[in-house]
């Protein structure tokens, strides 16, 4: 690595030799990061960026961890990688922790390399074990780029990608936005469930494997469910044998301050969970599906047609010790509730009080989305040239932000502080005021 790397450079070798994902590839600007600590990263030219995105809504820990930097280390001096067939020490322990966090009736994890293989390895799982094909998942809804999970996608990147069979999208509910004409959460949450219970029937129960669901959908726009709204998924899956597969892939593992945000839904207890991300901070690739004992003990006299060659890996593995380690002692999923009740959601609604361009913000612990309308009594949204002004003005003052739609997602490290969140704060409210 040259020594006299600038923003420039090391931008400009990116645009010659990598094709990036989701892009116009002659449309593309990349900000260059040299390093990270914490909530902050840093440029060539040594600026420092508060990351209020958590990158991809992963780095749950922040950056740089030193506890996990070193378990890293010590893991790929004495074992860097195996074969998942074998047995492995620190695979076995990342299982252990990861159950530890599960619903109680949950027995094995299956190790994948991201959320999208652990989605399709739950599908794969749930039409096994029920001899039936089809699978439901919400429209406004993100669960991978593999060929089930994106045809289980309920936004257009799915279009161009629709090669898998017999998946099936409904509407969840989404209350500033309603398809049902509700008018308060409760009429919501009632009509929902009953739209979802008619694509039920008339797709015939005794074909339908499987509903799949993001435990808090996030890429499509943070939908806290309103109450009673996944309890009466799981009654709808028990009426008619179905499986319920969670997503918390992003919502996972803290971030809305509970270890997996399915806690948050009383009494709900699903049949697989697919995880990654903040399992171990995207330090190094991992996901998983989390297996309920009544689907593993089906598999126990059959075989499981499906496997990858870094099942497991002894890296990612020891990565995801670390981070729960790290989360455990430090107390991050509390900081994440604490901060998100007390300072977060707070800000953002006094920011919703201020700027009439806010349409609305909603969320959980540090996992929350404002929704930007040029015409508050009409809804409209605002359009991709405003979103890119707002990024870019975030970027100059110093604050990385995560940019969908027309939304800011505020989703920082779970380690953030109650003066950097009132930075950030701060931050968005000039640039919402200047491009007002």
Request: some cysteine; overall charge neutral.
């Given at each position: 690595m040259s020594t006299h790397e600038t923003n420039q450079s090391v931008a400009q070798n990116d645009l010659d030799y990598v094709f990036h994902s989701w892009s116009v590839q002659s449309q593309l600007k990349p900000a260059a990061f040299k390093t990270g600590h914490g909530c902050y990263l840093e440029d060539f030219e040594g600026k420092q960026y508060l990351d209020f995105s958590s990158q991809l809504v992963n780095t749950n820990i922040g950056h740089q961890h030193p506890k996990v930097v070193e378990a890293i280390k010590k893991q790929a001096e004495?074992?860097?990688?195996?074969?998942?067939?074998?047995?492995?020490?620190?695979?076995?322990?990342?299982?252990?922790?990861?159950?530890?966090?599960?619903?109680?009736?949950?027995?094995?994890?299956?190790?994948?390399?991201?959320?999208?293989?652990?989605?399709?390895?739950?599908?794969?799982?749930?039409?096994?074990?029920?001899?039936?094909?089809?699978?439901?998942?919400?429209?406004?809804?993100?669960?991978?780029?593999?060929?089930?999970?994106?045809?289980?996608?309920?936004?257009?990147?799915?279009?161009?990608?629709?090669?898998?069979?017999?998946?099936?999208?409904?509407?969840?509910?989404?209350?500033?936005?309603?398809?049902?004409?509700?008018?308060?959460?409760?009429?919501?949450?009632?009509?929902?469930?009953?739209?979802?219970?008619?694509?039920?029937?008339?797709?015939?129960?005794?074909?339908?494997?499987?509903?799949?669901?993001?435990?808090?959908?996030?890429?499509?726009?943070?939908?806290?469910?309103?109450?009673?709204?996944?309890?009466?998924?799981?009654?709808?899956?028990?009426?008619?044998?179905?499986?319920?597969?969670?997503?918390?892939?992003?919502?996972?593992?803290?971030?809305?301050?509970?270890?997996?945000?399915?806690?948050?839904?009383?009494?709900?207890?699903?049949?697989?969970?697919?995880?990654?991300?903040?399992?171990?901070?995207?330090?190094?690739?991992?996901?998983?599906?989390?297996?309920?004992?009544?689907?593993?003990?089906?598999?126990?006299?059959?075989?499981?047609?499906?496997?990858?060659?870094?099942?497991?890996?002894?890296?990612?593995?020891?990565?995801?010790?670390?981070?729960?380690?790290?989360?455990?002692?430090?107390g991050m999923v509390e900081n994440a509730a604490k901060m998100g009740s007390e300072v977060l959601g707070p800000g953002l609604k006094a920011l919703a009080e201020k700027h009439k361009t806010i349409g609305e913000v909603r969320g959980l612990g540090l996992f929350w989305a404002i929704e930007l309308v040029s015409d508050p009594a009409k809804k409209t949204k605002f359009t991709p040239a405003q979103m890119n002004q707002i990024k870019a003005l975030c970027m100059e003052k110093g604050l990385l932000p995560f940019i969908a739609e027309n939304r800011i997602h505020v989703a920082p490290p779970l380690i953030i502080t109650a003066e950097e969140l009132q930075k950030g704060l701060s931050i968005l409210d000039e640039v919402l005021t200047a491009v007002a």
């Open positions: 004495l074992l860097t990688t195996i074969a998942p067939a074998h047995a492995n020490a620190t695979r076995g322990l990342a299982a252990k922790k990861i159950l530890e966090i599960a619903p109680k009736g949950f027995k094995k994890v299956f190790f994948t390399n991201a959320g999208a293989d652990a989605v399709e390895n739950a599908i794969r799982m749930a039409r096994l074990y029920t001899g039936r094909r089809k699978v439901l998942s919400r429209y406004r809804s993100y669960h991978g780029n593999t060929g089930a999970a994106i045809n289980a996608t309920g936004d257009a990147r799915r279009f161009n990608n629709e090669f898998a069979t017999d998946h099936v999208h409904f509407f969840g509910p989404y209350l500033y936005r309603s398809e049902f004409w509700a008018t308060n959460e409760a009429e919501e949450c009632e009509r929902a469930l009953h739209h979802l219970r008619r694509i039920v029937e008339c797709e015939n129960p005794a074909n339908v494997a499987c509903i799949l669901l993001e435990s808090v959908p996030g890429t499509a726009g943070i939908f806290v469910p309103p109450a009673g709204y996944v309890q009466g998924v799981r009654k709808l899956c028990d009426e008619y044998g179905i499986v319920l597969i969670l997503d918390e892939v992003m919502a996972g593992f803290g971030r809305t301050g509970k270890w997996l945000a399915q806690e948050h839904y009383e009494g709900v207890v699903p049949d697989l969970i697919t995880f990654a991300k903040g399992v171990n901070s995207g330090y190094v690739p991992a996901g998983g599906v989390m297996i309920s004992e009544k689907i593993n003990d089906f598999f126990n006299d059959k075989m499981f047609p499906g496997g990858l060659t870094y099942s497991g890996h002894p890296l990612a593995m020891a990565a995801i010790v670390a981070t729960i380690d790290a989360m455990r002692e430090e």
